[in-house]
């Protein structure tokens, strides 16, 4: 009930944007999870090809973050999100139409420009609207793409007992509703006339040191996130034997993000300052993966369901403790980045951000990947601990990397949230 009446308590526009990412998460990941398989069993394309495809899609997304955030600031963030949307809307239905290798790659494109338009620009709309309330609002954001990033294979995964175009022409039509919802009800905003070029303001950005070291020092939290596609369920079904154990990672942290996620950070947001609980957030993000370190180094199956079920615990542990660290970090991360540089920069500041943070999620799963490789079929032993602890190490360089930032007086001041009154 807090959670309806903190929702309740903010504008329209923030409203509609908490909705939104709801929709887009759900969109996404009815679709891309299951991708990959429908180009290699359904249309019978090599793993190369296969490959060619949804690296396009994360390549246009990734290198294109920096002209989603610029064109935010000087186009207005509420026309790049409609833009995005309907792009995506286009580039999903392409998939469900098209079998012929250009038109998919054409899909793949126009899929990733519109994450790249839409996700800085949301994130400075929501900075922008919320003013003071900044953290709070990047919380029930959180909660809402966490359940939406549940709901997506869920429903995927039934739309796919059809045939995948089912699942393709409904994500089209998630985001085509979304598209008309935010043409009709998300304000316009006044944009400032531009005082200098585009390329003056990545100078800019790219040239506050500040801002690149805290961007740098996040990579642990984001290479860590990632974990919970990667790293996690596979532990999930190790421990158990069962492949749908995956699922319950992702259940837990959904349930506990709805559960605490506002609580969490309103409380700390009363005490202490930004940086001192990114750090802790780090920690608890790094620590996440000590738990199932228990269980990755056995070799042996589960010797019935209960055996399966006390394996399964410590791995639940550490996906519960990854998400209440990513829960007590993002908001607070997502809060300072605008207290960087000027207000009129903001999509740019989120862009390079994103684009920082998509490098080092590609190149930590590789790691990650690589590490896992070194216990063939998923054998215990030794080397099967090897990932975990990379990612233990990871979570703690990052955490010490932003205490030393805030110690130093890197990171941008900000003022105590005001107590909200419930609508």
């Known amino acids: 009930m807090n959670t309806w009446n903190e929702i309740r308590g903010f504008p329209l526009a923030i409203r509609l944007l908490l909705v939104n990412q709801l929709g887009v998460n759900t969109g ?23 490959g060619i495809v949804l690296g396009v899609r994360n390549l246009s997304q990734q ?9 935010a600031d000087r186009l207005g963030a509420r026309g790049v999100i409609i833009a ?24 793949s494109v126009l899929s990733g420009l519109a994450g790249a338009l839409f996700n800085p620009a949301v994130r400075t709309y929501l900075a922008q609207e919320a003013g003071e309330r900044r953290a709070e609002a990047f919380a029930l954001f959180n909660v809402f793409a966490t ?5 997506g294979p869920l429903l995927g995964s039934a739309l796919l007992l059809v045939d995948f175009r089912a699942s393709a022409l409904t994500a089209a039509g998630i985001f085509a509703l979304l598209t008309v919802a935010q043409a009709l009800v998300l304000p316009a905003r006044q944009v400032p006339p531009a005082t200098g070029s585009v390329t003056a303001d990545w100078r800019e950005a790219v040239g506050n040191r500040a801002f690149l070291a805290f ?50 950070t309103r409380a700390l947001s009363r005490r202490g300052t930004r940086g001192r609980w990114i750090a802790a957030g780090l920690v608890l993000t790094g620590l996440a993966f000590v738990p199932p370190m228990l269980v990755a180094g056995t ?38 980045i605008p207290g960087f540089g000027r207000k ?3 999509g740019t500041y989120f862009g390079i951000f994103y684009a920082v943070s998509g490098i080092a999620a590609a190149v930590g799963n590789a790691a990650v990947g690589r590490a ?52």
Do not use: K
């Open 28 to 50: 996404f990941y009815l679709l891309v999870p299951y991708l990959a398989t429908h180009l290699g069993d359904d249309l019978g394309m090599s793993a190369a090809v296969v």
């Open 63 to 71: 290198g294109l973050f920096l002209i989603g955030g610029s064109a």
């Open 84 to 107: 995005g949307c309907a792009i995506r809307t286009v580039g999903f239905a392409l998939f469900a139409l098209g079998d012929g290798l250009p038109v998919l790659l054409a899909a």
């Open 147 to 151: 359940t939406g990033a549940l709901i």
């Open 215 to 264: 961007a740098l020092a996040m990579v642990g939290m984001f290479t860590l996130e990632n974990q919970l596609y990667l790293l996690l369920p596979a532990g999930a079904r190790h421990a158990t034997g069962w492949d749908g154990a995956a699922g319950l990672v992702f259940l837990v942290g959904t349930i506990a993000g709805i559960a605490f996620q506002l609580r969490i």
């Open 299 to 336: 070799g042996t199956p589960p010797d019935g369901p209960l055996d399966a079920t006390l394996r399964a615990l410590p791995v639940l542990a550490g996906a519960l403790l990854l998400h209440l660290g990513v829960m007590v970090a993002q908001p607070f991360v997502m809060e300072l």
């Open 344 to 346: 009129e920069l903001t």
């Open 372 to 423: 896992m490789d070194a216990a063939p079929g998923g054998g215990g032993g030794p080397a099967a601990l090897l990932p975990w602890a990379c990612c233990l190490a990871a979570g703690l360089v990052s955490a010490g990397a932003v205490t030393w930032l805030h110690r130093n007086g890197t990171l941008p001041r900000t003022r105590p949230v005001p107590v909200a009154v419930a609508a």
